[in-house]
């Protein structure tokens, strides 16, 4: 489970286990306070059908959950590489070449820890599981949909990270060429006559 933390700018993860039983779902936390809250008020306050459908529905919840957080999070770090963008060609900067290699560790981090539930949600999507009941493998199809789409959506906001470095190489090469050029031309107006073209003395 991934969170973005908006005081700091960045991506905190926590370790989630799930056991699904015939009747029951165990979850396991490192911490309190995430996306489940949610789905923990509509079961205390019997709202929506997470009470009346089995223990697969609710594991499938948890996960939609998940995935759905994931969307919110790459919200965010689009508004980042956006920002960023503007800031390369504009006034790029030291600090924009940290930004830029921050955001592609990021990139590669959310890539690491979204790549392996695409398989186990494609387990349990394909009917691996005796758990699994065919009218949640239904919802399950929809959150490997939304799965395929995040990893997309990484693979492009990486590429546009990648490519902000070219862009960012290029603008400080095109200011240290205006740079020489006007330091070549305040040279040769103060350079002595002697060694002027076409001097004769």
């Known amino acids: 489970m991934f969170n973005y933390n908006d005081k700091s700018s960045e991506i905190e ?7 699904l039983g015939p009747n029951f779902v165990f979850s396991f936390q490192e911490r309190e ?13 019997s709202k929506g059908r997470i009470r009346k459908m089995g223990a697969d529905h609710l594991a499938y919840t948890l996960l939609d959950s998940i995935i759905d957080n994931y969307f ?6 689009g508004e980042k590489i956006e920002f960023l963008e503007e800031e390369v060609v504009t006034r790029p900067r030291p600090e924009t070449l940290q930004t ?10 959310l890539r690491k820890g979204v ?8 387990g349990l999507e ?13 919802y399950l199809r929809d959150v490997y949909d939304h799965t395929i789409q995040t990893i997309d959506t990484i693979e492009t ?18 200011r ?19 060694f002027l073209p076409g001097f004769t003395g």
């Not at 830029?100 to 981090?109: G, V």
């Open 72 to 77: 919110i999070i790459l919200e965010k770090l």
């Open 126 to 138: 394909r009917g691996e599981s005796s758990l699994i009941k065919e009218s949640t493998r239904i």
């Open 13 to 19: 993860s926590e370790q989630i286990s799930l056991v």
């Open 115 to 122: 790549w392996p539930l695409r398989e186990v949600i494609s």
């Open 176 to 194: 240290l060429n205006a740079v020489m050029k006007v330091l070549t031309i305040i040279a040769t107006i103060f350079m002595p006559s002697p």
């Open 100 to 109: 830029i290699h921050l955001l592609k560790r990021e990139m590669i981090f």
């Open 157 to 174: 906001y990486r590429d546009m990270v990648s490519g902000m470095l070219d862009i960012y190489l290029s603008s400080i090469s095109n």
């Open 33 to 45: 306070g995430d996306t489940f809250n949610p789905i923990r008020d509509r079961i205390r306050n």
